[in-house]
């Protein structure tokens, strides 16, 4: 049913090494675009929120497990700034933040040594201060850059392009694309797997991730099939969304997302990371993502290197939960050193 | 573990609900139960220990109830009933909506105790039992509010003794006791010997609700307490669920008592996956079905009929998600496998796969096993065919088998090979097909893309061998209420004896059988002489014995076409019945007037006409439901023909009552096989004649003539007949019901009494229920 992989691109794991041991998985190649198996695909809306809304009673973690769990999150962080009033000034203190996630007290209480988020992710004016500040501190964080027309995706389609050069010219060394949703839309699946074949050649050794803005593509079947061409593609990362659409990460959409890497790893070999990314504030609803991926792709996922979670404010509440944890006290906000 | 550790490992770890206040509250007790008798708790008898399947532990002493206990309790419930009845339906409300909020404020209480007795995983007695335990009082917190308005026409019927099983105690109690008293019946429950625990609990709220005394009774112990409730004289209706075999026995136990009986029993559901489904989540879907509860449930999608160019990737991806499933202390929260109930079900549930599991591919999951408790691993048993006995056998356990399937037709036959019809679930994206296999799977409850849902508005109980009767939704309100009617003995009318000298018309007329469309002769090739009252010889009619029996219910299942008909065109073959009958209404009229010697032939042929008309009228109105059931989709009601039903026509009306039966039968769908008035057979015999000028296609209505007192056991023992309607003037309810139990046919007896042919009570809805079974199909939607 599927064709062999038809791209030698793959280079390997090329990204700054995090601080933890970590397996590293060779790049998705990607392969010919085959329409018989994106045809096929079926996500069925009902079953699959049955099967989100009841994980979270089936899986619970807590204590020490919690603790380590909510860790773990902070390490797939790809700690984020997206605003238009931007400025150096607040992207080295989110690299700071990035670098420094939790206070070493705290840290120490748990008997763990410093950890960092997974990455910074930030737009491309910003991936030159990011870079130096990261550089400056000597730590060997990734910054991401979202590109691509970010985040509607509909500036010209060879400055798209150059955008992707430019930004990994500048240091970045992930690059998070915007689909063209009308692609998806109008059933032009071909027309997608090329765009997305070239943003990869753009990216060269940088990494690509996929944002699909799931909330954008009317359907779970959809995003399954949008999913799919993305990886056959050559995508190494797919991920739910900009964070700028009204319905952003949700579980029924990261299922139907990780059911379809768990597929393409079953029928290719090569491992797809998964970013969620908007609407993940808490560190309940992290463990919860954890589990899922867990329970649907299993122990290898979780690791930076495939799974990580976009978000500002969930490092917040986790900073907050581990406080607890070590104290027995519920925490403040105040008490943790912003981002 | 240190976090470190933990940070690489990524393990779940423990996450235990407590069990504290559960055992705290037995504690309270010191241990040990009397039983709830008439508002208060007995003190201890002889007692039983009921332990923790997880680990053995006893938790309590329960009490062994004695029949002198029973006989308490039911004159206990007796002595409630009747004020309990009379208060307004917006009384007894209040009370059931004081029962589901105290089941809402003690919710983790019931969920720890029902986890800690039973041993089904705490996500599940939290999440699912609990919640719909609530959800049921306060479902039939509204049914007693609308009681009057609604419901007019029907009574309670009085005390009711219900038996229920170990692996839902909480709610099935909660399925037994809501609608019961609800509609102002008194109830005596025993819960299962295994499960006592909630029960007694319950016992409690009973209290903390201000439940008048005797409502509620509660009897603890081993089957021969159930044994003392069924055989029980005062009681009127015996609910029952759990296995085939008991409901059996209960069947041929309250045969002829009058009682009336409900059964949810045993299944072997079958579990459809087409090629087009979106496999992933039907193989969640199975987790849902067979890995629930540990597979311990009557409806469990036990079943798998794959679809065979998909079965490889169906199996491997199932076997992935097996590997997943955490097996363990049913307590911890994060388990999706528990312990089976009791060491007892344990060796059942290890003999049926140690004697099948060698005609297919065994794949158990990897998952530890506890070294103490009731542990079995989720089985998967691939490579079955229909013939393999655990494809046939129900295990309640948590081991799923597998077949394959080429074709939707086929798929159908293979789900449909079964002596069970609890459930079935059917996975396809594919309205079109989905739709269109639901109605055709022999079923009570119809899963599309989901399984195991329940719910207090959506009617739950089987077809054949999985019991009668419904739970559930207005169709559940039936075996709780019976019409508001005296009921008067039926007088035996006996056919006019053979003159010492026999006025004999020349010309002989010999009426025959009415099988497949043609007329038949006796197997046995003996007939009888009806004689009219002055002794003039009207004719004669053959005897038929079983093998007639056999050749008419062959017909009617050569007729089964018929129940796919549509209701208009069924309208329009009962009008013309009555057309060509009232054609020829003076013959009819002067051949009732000489066979029973009066005046009525004009007056019954003319009920008879207008009987046609209103089931002519009904056969295209009969509607089903679209139940409210609390999610995004739709539970349909849907009123299927029942099948082939076997009548026995009331001798007093010898035209209508054959009418009254034959009508509303036929006009839902069914096929019958009516035994004529006994003492007046011949306008049975003439009217066959008016069925083959009216467009009855051959098979969908056959008639013989006999002893109905001969014809009850083969008819009503006959496993190819779906229901039997005693109507008729010999009493043969007894046999008809007892008889009944070898396939758990639907019975219907009128206990010798007497019914109106010609008034409102000959006709109407009371018929139509009887005629059909409601299966409810759910449809959950969205894109």
């Known amino acids: 049913m599927k064709s062999e992989a038809t791209s030698t691109r793959a280079k390997g794991g090329d990204r700054a090494a995090a601080q933890l041991p970590q397996v590293t998985h060779p790049r998705n190649p990607g392969m010919e675009l085959n329409m018989d198996w994106v045809r096929a695909t079926q996500a069925n809306t009902s079953a699959i929120e049955r099967r989100c809304s009841a994980l979270p009673g089936r899986r619970s973690v807590k204590k020490d497990h919690q603790a380590a769990w909510l860790l773990k999150a902070i390490t797939m962080i790809d700690l984020t700034t997206l605003a238009g009033d931007d400025t150096p000034g607040r992207v080295r203190r989110l690299c700071a933040k990035a670098a420094h996630p939790v206070r070493p007290e705290i840290l120490s209480a748990l008997g763990v040594g410093n950890i960092t988020t997974g990455a910074v992710c930030v737009y491309h004016d910003m991936i030159a201060p990011a870079v130096e500040t990261l550089r400056h501190m000597g730590v060997a964080l990734p910054v991401a850059a979202v590109s691509t027309g970010f985040p509607a995706g509909l500036s010209p389609y060879h400055l798209r392009i150059e955008e992707i050069r430019e930004s990994v010219r500048a240091g970045a060394s992930e690059i998070d694309i915007v689909i063209s949703r009308r692609h998806v839309l109008t059933g032009n699946w071909q027309a997608l797997y090329d765009e997305m074949r070239d943003f990869r050649e753009a990216c060269g050794d940088a990494h690509v991730k996929a944002i699909l803005a799931t909330g954008e593509l009317g359907s779970l079947r959809n995003v399954a099939r949008a999913s799919l061409v993305c990886m056959m593609a050559g995508a190494d990362f797919i991920k739910t969304s900009t964070g700028k659409e009204s319905v952003n990460a949700t579980l029924p959409v990261s299922l139907v997302m990780i059911r379809a890497i768990r597929d393409y790893y079953e029928a290719t070999g090569y491992r797809v990371g998964y970013k969620p990314a908007g609407g993940i504030s808490k560190a309940k609803d992290a463990i919860t993502y954890l589990a899922l991926i867990k329970e649907e792709l299993g122990d290898d996922w979780l690791t930076p290197d495939l799974f990580r979670f976009g978000a500002s404010s969930l490092l917040g509440d986790i900073e907050r939960q581990l406080e607890h944890h070590v104290t027995g006290h519920y925490s403040a906000t105040y008490r943790h050193p912003m981002g | 573990m240190t976090v470190k550790e933990i940070f690489d490992t990524m393990d779940y770890g423990l996450a235990p609900e407590s069990a504290k206040e559960a055992l705290g509250w037995i504690a309270e007790r010191k241990g040990q139960f009397g039983l709830y008798i008439g508002g208060r708790m007995t003190g201890v008898g002889d007692t039983f220990a009921t332990r923790n399947p997880a680990n053995g532990e006893v938790l309590a002493q329960v009490t062994q109830a004695t029949p002198d206990d029973v006989d308490t309790a039911v004159t206990a419930a007796r002595k409630a009933q009747r004020k309990w009845a009379a208060l307004s339906g917006h009384e007894r409300a209040k009370y059931l909506y004081a029962l589901a909020r105290l089941v809402q404020k003690h919710s983790r209480l019931f969920a720890v105790l029902e986890t800690l007795d039973n041993g089904k995983p705490i996500r599940e007695s939290r999440d699912i039992d609990i919640p719909l335990v609530a959800r049921h009082f306060y479902y039939h917190a509204g049914m007693a509010q609308l009681q009057d ?20 105690p909480l709610l099935m109690l909660s399925w037994k006791i809501a609608p019961a008293i609800a509609m102002g ?502 009217f066959y004649q008016v069925l083959d000028t009216s467009d009855v296609p051959a098979g969908v209505v056959n008639i013989v003539t006999g002893s109905h007192a001969e014809l009850a056991s083969p008819l009503a023992g006959h496993l190819g007949v779906d229901a039997v309607w005693a109507q008729s003037g010999a009493d043969i309810s007894a046999i008809v019901e007892g008889e009944s139990a070898g396939n758990l046919k639907r019975s219907w007896v009128n206990n010798a009494n007497a019914r109106d042919w010609f008034g409102a009570a000959g006709e109407g809805r009371e018929f139509l229920v009887h005629a059909t079974e409601v299966k409810t199909i759910w449809v959950p939607y969205g894109e």
């Not at chain 2, 308005?149 to 099983?165: N, T």
Request: hydrophobic residues 45%; proline residues 5%.
């Open chain 2, 185 to 686: 019946n008194t109830v005596v429950l025993k819960p299962a010997e295994y499960t006592s625990l909630t029960a007694l609990l319950f016992a409690q709220i009973c209290d903390e609700a201000g439940l008048p005394k005797g409502v509620v009774n509660i009897v603890t112990g081993d089957g021969r307490v159930g044994e003392a409730i069924v055989t029980h004289e005062d009681i009127d209706k015996i609910a029952f669920t759990g296995s085939t075999e008991v409901g059996r026995v209960i069947r041929r136990e309250t045969a002829g008592s009058g009682k009336s009986l409900t059964l949810e029993l045993g299944g072997k559901s079958p579990y459809i996956v087409f090629d087009d489904a979106d496999l992933d989540s039907a193989v969640e879907g199975l987790v849902d079905a067979i890995w629930f509860n540990q597979g311990q449930v009557c409806c469990a999608g036990s079943r798998l009929i794959v679809q065979e160019g998909i079965a490889d990737r169906f199996y491997a991806k199932l076997k992935a998600r097996m590997d997943k499933l955490r097996m363990g202390d049913p307590l911890d929260k994060s388990i999706d496998v528990g312990a089976v109930v009791d060491p007892v079900q344990h060796a059942q549930i290890t003999k049926l796969v140690e004697a099948g599991a060698s005609d297919g591919e065994l794949y158990q999951a990897p998952c530890p096993i506890p070294d103490t408790g009731c542990f079995y691993p989720p089985t998967l048993i691939t490579g079955l065919s229909s013939a393999s006995m655990l494809m046939q056998e129900e295990i309640f356990g948590p081991v799923l088998v597998a077949t394959t399937f080429r074709t939707p037709s086929e798929a159908v036959e293979i789900a449909n090979n079964t002596r069970y019809g609890l459930a079935a679930t059917v996975w396809s994206e594919n309205v079109n097909l989905t739709l269109d296999i639901a109605p055709k799977l022999a079923a009570g409850v119809v899963w599309v893309n989901g399984t195991n849902m329940f719910d207090a508005a959506a009617g739950f109980g089987g077809v054949r061998e999985s019991g009668f009767g419904r739970e559930g939704g207005w169709e559940g309100l039936q075996t709780y209420t019976k019409p508001r009617a005296k009921a008067q003995s039926l007088k035996p009318i006996a056919a006019f004896a053979a003159p010492k000298e026999a006025k004999v018309d020349a010309l002989d007329r010999t009426a025959k059988f009415y099988i497949g469309g043609k007329q038949a002769r006796p197997d046995g090739g003996y007939s009888q002489a009806v004689w009219s009252k002055q002794g003039d010889l009207l004719g004669h009619v053959g005897i038929a014995n079983r093998k007639d029996i056999r050749n008419a219910v062959e017909a009617a299942h050569a007729a089964a076409g018929w129940s796919k008909t549509t209701g208009h065109l069924r309208a329009q073959i009962l009008y013309y019945v009555g057309e060509n009958l009232s054609a020829r209404a003076e013959e009819f009229a002067a051949r009732i007037d000489a066979m029973m010697g009066g005046r009525n032939g004009r007056k019954e042929v003319e009920a008879a006409v207008s009987r046609l008309f209103t089931y002519a009228a009904w056969a295209d109105k009969y509607d089903g439901a679209a139940k409210p059931v609390p999610m995004r989709g739709v539970a349909l009601a849907m009123n299927e023909p029942v099948g082939v039903i076997g009548g026995f026509c009331p001798d007093d009306a010898p035209l209508l009552g054959l009418v009254s039966l034959m009508a509303p039968a036929i006009a839902m769908g069914n096929r019958v096989v009516l035994a004529a008035s006994e003492p007046f057979p011949l306008a049975a015999t003439d």
């Open chain 2, 149 to 168: 308005a609604e419901l007019p026409d029907r009574e309670a019927l009085g005390v009711c003794g219900q038996i229920i099983p170990w692996n839902f």
